[in-house]
Every structure is written in C-alpha cells, then in structure tokens.
C-alpha cells in the first residue's frame, strides 16, 4: 500500500489530501475545521482528520508532498531582487523562512505534536503551477490535454502553460510576476471596495451592472505579448517579495494595496469597503471582466497553437471565474475541459499528492474524479445525539418520504438547510451542505439574504439542474458538475428561474448527474415531477462563516437564522410547527 500526504500549508486555503494507491481518499480544507476563512496556516486538523477518515497513523504515510518549492524559478526571483535591491533582504528572510517550510518532517512532527524518529515518509516540493496543473489533469481520465493555470502568484509564477500527456507535465511556457492577471483582478477589487483575499468573484457578479465606458483605462493597463502579457507598472505598487500578501498571527491572509495612485487619477476616489455602490463601480467591474476575458482568451488561444487539442486542464484561482469558463469554450478551440473544484490553492494539497503519485513515483493508477465527495461524513446515530443535545424536535423519515417532504417545503417557499454525506471538496456546496430553496419563487434571492445569507444584492445564485435537462434549459451543453461555467438561461426559462437568473441572463450551473449523488438528483427529480421545473436553487450552507461541516454547525446555523426546514441525514426538523 502506498500513502501520500499532501499539504498546502502557510499559504491561503491551508488544507490536506489523502491518497493510497494512487487513488484520493479524503481531501479536507482546514477552513472548514478551525472556522477561519481562508486560513493559511498549517492545516494540521485537516491532516489529523485526514488520517482518522482513512484508519490510518503518521507512521504509515510513505511521502509528503507541498505544493510550493522556493527552489523553484530562482533565477527570476534573483533577477527581481537585482532590480529592485530594497527588496532584496526581504527576499532573504522570506527563503530562509521557506527553508524552514522545505523540512517538511520536522514541521509535521512539531505542529501534529508526533515524534520525529517516527516518521519515515519521503519529502516533494512540487511547484505551485505544477501542484495547480496536476490537480485538474490527474483527475481526468484524458492520456492527452493542454494545461493552464492562472493565479495571482506562486513560486514567483502566475501562469504556466503546459503539454499534458500520459503521466507527464511537461510546461511550455510561463509568465513570471509581476505580470499576473490575478495580481490585475486583485488590484481593481481592492479599487472597488473588495479587499478581501477571496472577494474576486463577487466583482465578477457586479460586473454585469456595468457598461463599458473604462476600456481606455484598462487598455493601458496591459498589453499583449507574443508569449503572453505584460502589465504596466505605472498603475501598481511594487508588491515585492512576499509578493504582496502576508499572513497574520491568526492564519488570515492580508492582502496589501496594488493599485497606484494612477487609480484616483483616472477613476476618482476608491470606494469605502461598506460604501454604496455606485455606477462608478459598476462600470469598473464591467471592465475589469472583459480585459480579464480577453486576457484570457489571448492566452488559451496562445497554448493551442503550442498544444493543439481540444481537451484543457484548467486551475489556479483565475479558473473560478466561470464567466471567462463558460466563454472560453465558445471563443477558443478548446471544447472540452476538466477544472476539479477546488481550482483555487486549496486544491494544492491535492494536486501536489496527485504529481509525486503519477509523475515521481510513477505509481500508473491514474484517477478520474466524478464527483467532489471527499470530506467529512456522519452517521444517523451521531446526527440523532447532536440533535437531542440541541433540543431540536425531529422525524425520522424513510428516503422516499425524506424526498416528498423536502420537495413539499421547496414548493412552497421555504428555505432548507441541507446536511447529508460527504461533505464537499471545494468552495462550492454541490448538494450535501447546501442551502436550498424555489428557483422561481418571487423574491427568493431577497428573502434568501434577508434571513440567512446576508450577501451583496447584486450576487446571484446558483441552479442546480438535472444533467439531461441542461440542455433545454442552458445555452451551452458541456457539463458543470463543479458550478465553474456559466452560461446564458434560454429565453423561456428566464421568468420560470426568476432567483437564479442573474441580470444579464445567466446561470452558474451545477450539472447534477445521478450516479455521482442519487439523493439531491432524485430530490430535484421528485421537485420537477411537481412543479415542471428539474432545478433547485442551490447556494452554500452557512452565514458570513466557512460552509458548515460538522452537524453542530448545521444545527446552530439553522438555530441562529431564519431558515425554515433543517434536513440532516434521516431527519426533518421545522421550526414553528407541533410535527
Ligand atoms: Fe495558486
């Protein structure tokens, strides 16, 4: 038997993966355990959890794997420190920092608190784009791909092109920061009020609102290259070597200004975080998208004439924007791609295991990933102790009655928190920590927010459909099962899908299959058998919080906020009523 570890660790989305055999056992962000977005410390509950899941101790682990090698790129990295010699000491600090990071033995037996002379596994840096490209190539089934990734940065890196083939991944080209679309997208949220790591898609939801009235200004923000692009510095801070971000004492991750004062120039005063949003913003993040569309696009056209194929492995940060996801497959050669879900660095623990599986170790068992299953699982037994704890009245149903009666509630009105299975590996909730409701009902969105969610008005939310009904409802046919494209809603179904049909006329799908989750497939089956329509509103089980894992959380959320129904495992639990 053959056990990998992966980590990514001291960097955003801190989190573990699992692999024996070749094949991913159980993938865990440490968010989801601790409650600190994002957090970007040493996931070292996700690791613990890890190994509980799987039955096994650190003594059986056979190799580590990190996604980061600060060897990796250094001829850039000293060419930057050369040309910018105030950066240099920081430089410095941070790659003896990093070197403490390399001994990965002595950091897993100090923060998991195990003796040293106890583990025997062997140690992997793998590069941040290769760790990002093998997440999503080794979870496809294909032999052959193109490979992109695009992020803000890693390993001094924000994109790396590659050809994809047998257990190989082999990079035809990169682009070094600080010429990075991520840095670009970062920077303008930062403009708009949206400093947060993390904040990006919420702009690409306001982007819709806006016309296009700053294309000057972002046409002299960056400029095509033969190989790629280039940004103009005039409008960004030098963000040095730590790239422009730093981690805190509490594992938060803290992004500093990009922008220039070139900003305020040409676009006025920066929005307050909190401060209304004007037409001003609006019009900003409509053109924030299209450059970053047409940056992308110049790219993915750019690797098909060094890879040409019609398949592509898609991660890094940037292949959240499922805007740019769903056009791409439309405005370049390539028709068919595989982006697993976590698509942004928690995924690194995952990719990085995947590399030193197929590419090092040439361990031959390559693996498909149907579905994002991969975390957290409780038993009815444990459910039923938690919701007694709580005090919380519940039945126990049969699954063909735990079905009706969902569907009744959804009918309805109501908004349901459901809990049930593995939980989701990812930052989307595809149907076992999710929150749903009617995707037409009037005012759902409002109402959702209102009482729960609390989000930005202008964000929409997510259908999850029936895989053979896409087609009659969405412009575009190729599968979602991760909600990472998005396509326009034909005109028939738009009024029928008032709450998850955004203002420009499209949905972030989940493509819901039955083999990979039979109870939600069935739940939106049995809610089209009564309403006509074979999609549920799907948004992610939680308020202003990491999505809920643990049952307790489930049932404190649903305690704490006004939803209506809570459905964990075999148990109905409504609020208000004698039953
Ligand atoms: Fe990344």
Same mark, same amino acid.
């Given at each position: 038997?053959?056990?990998?570890?992966?980590?990514?660790?001291?960097?955003?989305?801190?989190?573990?993966?699992?692999?024996?055999?070749?094949?991913?056992?159980?993938?865990?962000?440490?968010?989801?355990?601790?409650?600190?977005?994002?957090?970007?410390?040493?996931?070292? +509950?996700?690791?613990?959890?890890?190994?509980?899941?799987?039955?096994?101790?650190?003594?059986?682990?056979?190799?580590?794997?990190?996604?980061?090698?600060?060897?990796?790129?250094?001829?850039?990295?000293?060419?930057?420190?050369?040309?910018? #010699?105030?950066?240099?000491? $920081?430089?410095?600090?941070?790659?003896?920092? !990093?070197?403490?990071?390399?001994?990965?033995?002595?950091?897993?037996?100090?923060?998991?608190?195990?003796?040293?002379?106890?583990?025997?596994?062997?140690?992997?840096?793998?590069?941040?784009?290769?760790?990002?490209?093998?997440?999503?190539?080794?979870?496809?089934?294909?032999?052959?791909?193109?490979?992109?990734?695009?992020?803000?940065?890693?390993?001094?890196?924000?994109?790396?092109?590659?050809?994809?083939?047998?257990?190989?991944?082999?990079?035809?080209?990169?682009?070094?920061?600080?010429?990075?679309?991520?840095?670009?997208?970062?920077?303008?949220?930062?403009?708009?009020?949206?400093?947060? *790591?993390?904040?990006?898609?919420?702009?690409?939801?306001?982007?819709?609102?806006?016309?296009?009235?700053?294309?000057?200004?972002?046409?002299?923000?960056?400029?095509?290259? =033969?190989?790629?692009?280039?940004?103009?510095?005039?409008?960004?801070?030098?963000?040095?070597?730590?790239?422009?971000?730093?981690?805190?004492?509490?594992?938060?991750?803290?992004?500093?200004?990009? *922008?220039?004062?070139?900003?305020?120039?040409?676009?006025?005063?920066?929005?307050?975080?909190?401060?209304?949003?004007?037409?001003?913003?609006?019009?900003?993040?409509?053109?924030?998208?299209?450059?970053?569309?047409?940056? *992308?696009?110049?790219?993915?056209?750019? +690797?098909?004439?060094?890879?040409?194929?019609?398949?592509?492995?898609?991660?890094?940060?940037?292949?959240?924007?499922?805007?740019?996801?769903?056009?791409?497959?439309?405005?370049?050669?390539?028709?068919?791609?595989?982006?697993?879900?976590?698509?942004?660095?928690?995924?690194?623990?995952?990719?990085?295991?995947?590399?030193?599986?197929?590419?090092?170790?040439?361990?031959?068992?390559?693996?498909?990933?149907?579905?994002?299953?991969?975390?957290?699982?409780?038993?009815?037994?444990?459910?039923?102790?938690?919701?007694?704890?709580?005090?919380? !009245?519940?039945?126990?149903?049969?699954?063909?009655? +735990?079905?009706?009666?969902?569907?009744?509630?959804?009918?309805?009105?109501?908004?349901?928190?459901?809990?049930?299975?593995?939980?989701?590996?990812? #930052?989307?909730?595809?149907?076992?920590?999710?929150?749903?409701?009617? #995707?037409?009902?009037? $005012?759902?969105?409002?109402?959702?927010?209102?009482?729960? =969610?609390?989000?930005?008005?202008?964000?929409?939310?997510?259908?999850?459909?029936?895989?053979?009904?896409?087609?009659?409802?969405?412009?575009?046919?190729?599968? !979602?099962?991760?909600?990472?494209?998005?396509?326009?809603?034909?005109?028939?179904?738009?009024?029928?899908?008032?709450?998850?049909?955004?203002?420009?006329?499209?949905?972030?799908?989940?493509?819901?299959?039955?083999?990979?989750? #039979?109870?939600?497939?069935?739940?939106?089956?049995?809610?089209?058998?009564?309403?006509?329509?074979?999609?549920?509103?799907?948004?992610?089980?939680?308020? $202003?919080?990491?999505?809920?894992?643990?049952?307790?959380?489930?049932?404190?959320?649903?305690?704490?906020?006004?939803?209506?129904?809570?459905?964990?495992?075999?148990?109905?639990? =409504?609020?208000?009523?004698?039953?």
């Amino acid at each position: 038997m053959s056990v990998i570890l992966g980590i990514n660790t001291f960097h955003a989305g801190a989190s573990a993966a699992l692999i024996i055999d070749g094949q991913p056992v159980v993938a865990l962000a440490e968010e989801r355990l601790n409650r600190v977005k994002y957090f970007a410390g040493f996931p070292k +509950l996700a690791v613990l959890r890890c190994l509980e899941i799987a039955g096994l101790t650190f003594a059986d682990i056979d190799a580590v794997a990190v996604g980061r090698d600060s060897s990796a790129n250094l001829h850039k990295k000293l060419e930057f420190a050369i040309r910018n #010699p105030a950066k240099l000491l $920081n430089l410095a600090r941070i790659r003896s920092k !990093s070197k403490t990071f390399d001994d990965l033995k002595s950091l897993i037996a100090a923060e998991c608190e195990v003796d040293k002379n106890s583990l025997k596994f062997q140690t992997y840096n793998v590069e941040h784009h290769l760790a990002h490209t093998a997440s999503a190539y080794f979870a496809s089934d294909w032999d052959k791909s193109a490979g992109i990734t695009v992020d803000g940065s890693g390993d001094f890196v924000s994109c790396l092109l590659s050809e994809c083939e047998g257990d190989e991944i082999r990079p035809v080209q990169r682009i070094f920061v600080p010429h990075s679309l991520g840095t670009l997208y970062t920077a303008v949220c930062q403009f708009i009020g949206y400093p947060k *790591y993390g904040d990006e898609g919420k702009v690409m939801g306001l982007a819709p609102l806006g016309t296009d009235v700053y294309q000057g200004f972002f046409e002299n923000m960056l400029k095509p290259t =033969k190989n790629g692009f280039t940004l103009n510095p005039d409008y960004f801070l030098p963000f040095g070597a730590n790239q422009g971000m730093e981690i805190n004492d509490a594992g938060e991750m803290i992004v500093h200004r990009l *922008y220039s004062d070139l900003f305020f120039k040409e676009l006025g005063e920066p929005r307050e975080k909190h401060g209304e949003i004007t037409q001003r913003d609006e019009d900003v993040a409509f053109g924030l998208q299209r450059i970053f569309e047409r940056y *992308y696009m110049h790219i993915l056209n750019l +690797l098909h004439e060094k890879v040409p194929t019609e398949r592509i492995s898609m991660a890094g940060g940037c292949a959240l924007n499922s805007v740019a996801n769903g056009k791409m497959l439309v405005e370049t050669p390539f028709r068919e791609t595989c982006i697993q879900p976590a698509a942004g660095d928690d995924g690194l623990a995952l990719g990085a295991a995947l590399y030193v599986s197929n590419s090092i170790l040439k361990e031959g068992k390559r693996w498909e990933m149907k579905n994002s299953y991969l975390g957290d699982e409780y038993s009815d037994s444990v459910i039923k102790t938690e919701l007694e704890r709580y005090k919380i !009245s519940y039945k126990e149903l049969s699954r063909e009655e +735990l079905i009706d009666r969902t569907t009744d509630e959804i009918k309805n009105g109501n908004v349901i928190g459901w809990f049930q299975g593995r939980m989701e590996w990812g #930052p989307r909730a595809l149907g076992n920590r999710s929150i749903l409701a009617h #995707p037409g009902f009037p $005012n759902m969105k409002d109402i959702l927010n209102a009482r729960i =969610k609390h989000r930005e008005w202008f964000r929409p939310f997510a259908p999850s459909v029936l895989q053979e009904r896409q087609r009659d409802i969405f412009e575009q046919d190729h599968p !979602s099962p991760f909600m990472l494209h998005v396509y326009k809603i034909r005109p028939e179904w738009r009024e029928r899908l008032s709450a998850v049909n955004h203002v420009d006329n499209t949905g972030r799908l989940q493509t819901v299959a039955r083999d990979e989750n #039979p109870l939600y497939y069935d739940l939106i089956k049995n809610f089209e058998s009564k309403t006509g329509i074979p999609i549920i509103l799907n948004t992610s089980f939680n308020e $202003n919080e990491p999505i809920v894992c643990q049952p307790f959380q489930a049932i404190e959320c649903f305690l704490r906020t006004k939803m209506d129904v809570l459905v964990i495992g075999s148990f109905f639990c =409504k609020k208000d009523t004698a039953d």
